[in-house]
């Protein structure tokens, strides 16, 4: 079965950094597209950023450009979120989705990690 782990958050102050990961299992992870979304209480889960299967494109909502960065080592299963100039609106659980067909992924989904951001 199709499972996806995050790990990485945490608490960490205004201005800082911070690197999630998101470890795949149980599914071919090179040939799925994969994301990261975010959400804040009393909001709808929202895109943060995503990454293409193949030669792996990139996309950022408009808040995470500049700020967060989205990478992937096949190899690993892994898939990164790189975080900085985090402020306390980036508060939030973030989740790790994949998915074969589409980007941004909405397939599956991880059980989500949280970050704090202290000011």
């Known amino acids: 079965q199709v499972q996806l782990v995050e790990s990485g958050g945490g608490l960490v102050q205004a201005g800082g950094s911070l690197r999630l990961s998101c470890v795949g299992s149980?599914?071919?992870?090179?040939?799925?597209?994969m994301g990261w979304y975010r959400q804040a209480p009393g909001k709808e889960r929202e895109l943060v950023a995503a990454i293409s299967w193949g030669i792996g494109g990139t996309y950022y909502k408009d808040f995470a450009k500049g700020r967060f960065t989205i990478s992937r080592d096949n190899a690993k299963n892994t898939v990164y979120l790189q975080m900085s100039s985090l402020n306390p609106d980036d508060t939030a659980v973030y989740y790790c989705a994949a998915d074969p067909n589409r980007v941004p992924p909405r397939d599956y989904w991880g059980q989500g990690t949280q970050v704090t951001v202290s000011s």
């Open positions: 149980g599914f071919t992870f090179s040939r799925y597209a």
